[in-house]
């Protein structure tokens, strides 16, 4: 019905930048909130960013001034730039998005497959 197909990431030293993107394709009527999540080994899934359809955005405390999160509404696309990155920020990050399916209101809620990001120090 939906996906989110998740790009980006990878392994960076401490200081240097990535990105991700994700992207929702199937049966979209409109897109609601988009977020970034992460889930560090041993650790809970945490909130890092949500966007509004908007554009509004949130970031979780740690992250802010460093991550910028955006979308392109066109390409039902939200991206996650990560700059200044510490070993804090390693991560397995997911996409999430609330899609409106039709005109009635349907709604699809769902993740990314996840996209391992590595910070060394």
């Known amino acids: 019905q939906v996906q989110l197909v998740q790009s980006g990431g990878g392994l960076e030293h401490t200081g240097g930048s990535l990105g991700l993107s994700c992207t929702a394709s199937g049966r979209i009527f409109r897109i609601n909130d988009m977020a970034w999540y992460r889930q560090a080994p041993g650790n809970q899934r945490e909130l890092v960013a949500t966007i509004s359809s908007s554009g509004l955005t949130n970031y979780l405390e740690s992250v802010k001034g460093r991550f910028t999160i955006s979308r392109d509404n066109a390409k039902n696309t939200v991206y996650l730039q990560m700059n200044n990155l510490k070993p804090g920020d390693t991560a397995v990050y997911y996409c999430?998005?609330?899609?409106?399916?039709?005109?009635?209101?349907?709604?699809?809620?769902?993740w990314g497959q996840g996209t391992q990001v590595t910070v060394s120090s």
């Open positions: 999430d998005a609330e899609v409106v399916t039709s005109d009635d209101g349907e709604t699809w809620y769902g």
